[in-house]
């Protein structure tokens, strides 16, 4: 038993003191730990966790990185916050992961948030458009990753200002923490005039089947412009019901329900034309991207590794592109992958161009900018594909 | 004036959709006494069938009724491989069993289907029909209609055929109904067919109004559920017009009655639901039951 | 060996085992029985009206949502200490539950279900409406408290032993008080609603009790809760929540101590069991097992105990005469 002992000892002293301080790394793996809605009201963003393995199963099989292959555990939260937090401790202190990648929806990490700073185990890109995932000296150890929503709310408000004139605003938005975030940033960006401006606002719930009615009083308003904050399913009752009524506003679609082939399509692209949009990823089923050598990349990587998602669901490059965000923030690290190497290179990233990042976007993060993608451009739909104008736009804090 | 006419329309709309989906649920419970859980997910799950049909290159009506033809058989199955089993366990147990069914439809459905929303034919024309200032939806006029049509065959067969005397008996007295040579067996397996194929009916309704996914039943349950409590559960002609008083009646809050406005709609139409049922506990055409001491 | 001994051996057993768990689990196991332990409470209080006095509640979900964001509130805007809230929102859900059952004294079976459903499924839009009070959709980050006088133990290990003291102490009372008249009247109106009448009883009154009651100890589950994970919002208090505790007292057994918990532990581990088992349809294993469940046990896990147990012992009894 003492000689076992002091032959642990000696391994220990040998392999160094890094993998004694890593916890989820051995010479041969990294353990990534994540957690998603796999059942419950929001299992349509199961597909992301789905397509993250999927392309963590490509990075193993083309050889890991550095040398090691990621082995990537995923628990349904069902988007229970109480869930979440069994999920994590689970993740955190039984499976002992090096980090929890791209914890999905804002009660959820709300919910962890705390648990995770006080562990100090990385809360990393998490999938929420959420506003409080930017503050370094509060929670060091949460990063967010996509543009957020506030902050495209003040970039629809910065283009209403500029580019209507006598606007009256209606504004439908679904009555979560998703809607009320967009119209904060809608309104902060109109400032003072928001009052003034926005004559109606509708709210809706996702158990609602539809919002017919909603559009009806908002027409009725007589607004002239119309801030659009909706998720796929009711973004095209919305438009559709609009064009029918021959209510033909300024139109503000958020960037959640952007795709041609599951919205605008069963919207009408007649109803949908003119419909403006602040985008960061390729759209999937915007046919302007069908020869493009990034789009072509991914949909092969579908083929081969996630044949049972869907090609027409922009979840599935959404965890692509994310999946491709850690990946280099683990090639970064080298040999040190301890928890404060990962947050120290999540934090150190330049200018990175990924394949479905528009043209023109990059993801830079810093000590004092924990919110990678920043940039976003405004598009406009011309009855066939989304047509970019205008330059990349930032945000500003 | 014009824009109540507007909201009252959109709030019919709706409220057929509800209507649909609550006929099928009356219609089980009339039959076998059992609130089915599971109604809005077997009814979304037949409508993925039409859809696979549809898209596999059936044309529109015959793959309607092909799929009421498997939604008829898949009811008919569920009842007696899942169902009969508990018949004779207490109410909650079946309870729990039909939000057994309930999970599994859906879940299937995710899996097989994806959660991408599917866009889903009408067979009714495009163009929106216009008087004055009003605008009706041609597939709302539709739907409103086919669900009148479905409240029409419940009714008779119900009120004045001999098979839906029979199946009441079965649901109400089965010990009686076996005395008098029904086959209850059966007769509840029938109910479930059948409430199955209303079901899909009210599926293929909704879905290109709702768009197709696995969660596009979840809401509308809960309004079917609250339009057949406040019609009445033993009342197919109840269900119909709770459920469009539900539909018109939350529009109407939701726009005129400003502190509520749009944020509290949905427990506007609860509240409207418990108050009634403390008025008249059976629903508004719900039938009394007297007990015997 | 009689029925009554057995019990009482296995209970005692079953406490030492319980308190000596702490000490071997770890912090991270310990979290999940106090997961079902609180689930157990709640499950006691649907249980007390559902199984033994007939009012099928599916809606208990709003109280242990009121019993949450009670405890939430008075920690986050008034600074109570967390031990208060527990009988603070004890008796907030007594009041809300007693008033809740009223009026529900009109209605019957059915429609009483589809009313309490009603109101869970309320809950969640008049959540976020309060956002003044309930943080609305991003609802409350609360601080988990760690161990009170320096005690040795660490913040989950406390919070265990808390929640195994109020289990064990909300469990006798609600065990006795089902013992005695109290209990007896209860289930003769379940039973027997003209009968009960008849002999003297104050049905109203002790519908209306027992709704508070039973709101009571399903709204101090919900604030233990909210003291555990730290955190309320409107997610957490969906219809979900609600048809959860419905699948818990029925698999449990309806009418039987000890089945809240057997369906806490089943309601707490069998959606974990299930994701492992597929994670591409993990609901659809859990629905299979709902369905399996209740056709091999139709008396839930409770009867299927007693059943087993009746078993056992009449071997016992017949063996001498027998061989």
């Known amino acids: 038993m003492r000689f076992a002992r002091k032959l642990i000892a000696l391994a220990a002293l040998v392999s160094g003191p890094a993998l004694a301080q890593t916890p989820g790394v051995t010479a041969t793996e990294i353990k990534v730990g994540n957690i998603n809605p796999y059942s419950g009201p929001a299992s349509a963003y199961g597909t992301i966790g789905k397509s993250i393995g999927a392309y963590f199963k490509m990075i193993n099989e083309q050889g890991g990185i550095n040398g090691r292959k990621i082995n990537y555990i995923t628990y349904d939260d069902s988007y229970s916050p109480p869930k979440a937090v069994e999920m994590v401790r689970k993740l955190v202190e039984q499976d002992q992961v090096a980090l929890v990648f791209q914890p999905l929806g804002t009660p959820s990490n709300s919910a962890i948030q705390k648990y995770m700073n006080q562990m100090k185990v990385p809360q990393l890109f998490v999938a929420t458009g959420a506003t409080k995932w930017n503050d370094p000296k509060g929670y060091p150890w949460t990063m967010g990753w996509q543009p957020n929503y506030q902050t495209e709310g003040r970039v629809y408000a910065a283009h209403v200002l500029s580019n209507v004139k006598d606007p009256k605003i209606g504004v439908l938005f679904q009555n979560d923490d998703y809607g009320k975030d967009y ?28 919002v017919d009615s909603q559009i009806v009083n908002l027409k009725n308003s007589g607004a002239n412009v119309f801030f659009n904050i909706t998720t796929p399913k009711f973004a095209a009752q919305a438009i559709k ?22 919205v605008l399509k069963p919207a009408g692209l007649e109803a949908s034309k003119g419909l403006i949009t602040a985008l960061y990823l390729k759209e999937v089923t915007d046919p302007q991207w069908k020869s493009d050598k990034g789009f072509q990349e991914w949909l092969a990587w579908m083929k081969k590794y996630y044949p049972d998602g869907s090609v027409e669901d922009n979840s599935n490059g959404y965890g692509y592109t994310v999946a491709q965000t850690l990946a280099q923030v683990l090639k970064q690290c080298g040999n040190d992958l301890s928890r404060e190497n990962i947050m120290r290179q999540a934090a150190n990233l330049k200018s990175l161009e990924l394949p479905l990042l528009l043209p023109g976007i990059r993801i830079n993060t810093g000590p004092d900018d924990f919110a990678p993608i920043e940039q976003e451009q405004l598009a406009r739909f011309n009855g066939e594909r989304w047509e970019i104008f205008g330059d990349v736009v930032a945000a500003q804090r | 004036m014009d824009i109540f006419i507007q909201q009252v329309v959109s709030g019919l709309a709706t409220g057929s959709i509800y209507a649909a989906l609550a006929l099928a649920l009356v219609m089980i419970y009339e039959a076998t006494d059992v609130v089915n859980f599971a109604q809005g997910e077997m009814a979304m799950f037949a409508t993925y069938v039409a859809w696979s049909l549809i898209n596999a290159g059936v044309p529109y009506w015959p793959a309607f009724f092909a799929t009421l033809a498997i939604a008829f058989a898949g009811g008919l199955l569920v009842q007696r491989l899942v169902i009969r089993p508990v018949q004779n366990a207490p109410i909650l ?16 459905a995710g899996w097989i289907f994806t959660y991408v929303q599917k866009p889903f034919p009408s067979p009714f024309p495009k163009e929106p029909v216009r008087i004055g200032e009003i605008v009706f939806g041609s597939h709302d006029l539709g739907q409103i209609g086919v669900t009148l049509v479905v409240l029409l065959c419940i009714w008779i067969f119900f009120r004045f055929t001999p098979l839906g005397l029979a199946m009441r008996a079965a649901a109400q007295n089965p010990v009686s109904s076996r005395l008098a040579g029904i086959r209850v067996g059966w007769m509840l397996a029938l109910g479930w067919a059948l409430a199955a194929m209303f079901g899909a009916v009210a599926g293929i309704m909704v879905a290109p109004v709702l768009f197709l996914d696995p969660n596009m039943m979840g809401g509308v349950q809960i309004y079917a559920f609250a339009a057949a409590t406040l019609g009445g559960f033993t009342s197919p002609v109840g269900a119909v017009i709770g459920g469009l008083i539900v539909g018109v009646v939350e529009n109407l809050v939701g726009t005129y009655v400003k502190f509520i406005g749009t944020e509290l709609k949905f427990t506007v139409a609860l ?9 008249k506990p059976t629903g508004l055409f719900g039938r009394s039951i007297a007990k015997r001491v | 060996m009689n029925d009554a001994r057995a019990r009482q051996a296995f209970i005692v057993v079953a406490i030492l085992i319980a308190c000596a768990l702490p000490f071997v689990l770890s912090n991270f196991r310990l979290f999940q029985f106090t997961q079902v332990y609180i689930y157990a409470i709640a499950l006691f209080g649907l249980n ?39 009988p603070i929102a004890a008796v907030i859900c007594l009041v809300a539950g007693f008033l809740f059952g009223l009026p529900a004294l009109r209605l019957e079976g059915l429609y009483l279900a589809l009313a309490t459903f009603a109101l ?30 320096g005690l040795p133990v660490n913040a989950d290990q406390w919070l265990y032993f808390l929640t195994l003291a109020v289990l064990l102490i909300t469990f006798w009372v609600g065990a006795n008080l089902l013992r005695g008249r109290v209990g007896r009247a209860i289930v003769a109106i379940r039973d027997n609603p003209t009968a009960a009448q008849a002999m003297g009883v104050n049905t109203s009154l002790v519908k209306s009790l027992t709704f508070g009651v039973s709101a009571a100890y399903t709204g101090l589950a919900g604030a233990l809760s909210a003291i555990v994970i730290a955190y309320v919002g409107p997610d957490s208090f969906n219809i979900f929540l609600s048809i959860t505790l419905l699948i818990g007292i029925v698999i449990g057994g309806l009418a039987s101590v000890p089945g809240a918990i057997f369906g806490a532990f089943f309601i707490q581990f069998v959606p974990n069991f299930a994701q492992d088992i597929s994670k591409a349809a993990p609901w659809a294993i859990f629905g299979i097992f709902l369905i399996v469940f209740m056709i091999a046990l139709p008396a839930g896990i409770a009867g299927g105990v007693k059943m087993i147990w009746n078993r056992l012992t009449q071997r016992r009894v017949s063996e001498p005469s027998g061989a």
Do not use: C
Request: net charge neutral; no cysteine.
């Open chain 3, 48 to 86: 007390l009206l559902t199984g033994y006095n007939g009012q099928i509640s599916l809606g208990h979900g709003a109280f242990f949502a009121i019993g949450a964001y009670a405890a939430a509130i008075l920690m986050d805007r008034w600074g109570v200490p967390y031990g208060w809230t527990l």
């Open chain 2, 93 to 108: 147990t079946v309870v729990i069993v039909t939000i057994g069914l309930l999970v599994i439809f859906n879940s299937l």
């Open chain 1, 183 to 210: 119209l904060k940033g809608f309104e902060d960006g109109l400032g003072d005039k928001a009052k003034t401006l926005i004559v109606m606002k509708q709210s809706y719930e996702v158990t609602d089947p539809t």
């Open chain 3, 120 to 149: 869970a499924l309320a809950v969640p839009q008049i959540l976020k409406y309060f956002e003044h009070w309930s943080g609305g959709s991003q609802g409350l980050v609360l601080i988990k408290p760690g161990a009170p006088f």
């Open chain 2, 271 to 279: 509240a409207l639901i418990i108050v009634v049922l403390l008025v």
């Open chain 1, 241 to 262: 019901k609009a064009h029918d009524l021959g209510w033909k506003p300024t139109h503000y679609l958020n960037n959640v329900s952007i795709s041609v082939a599951t």
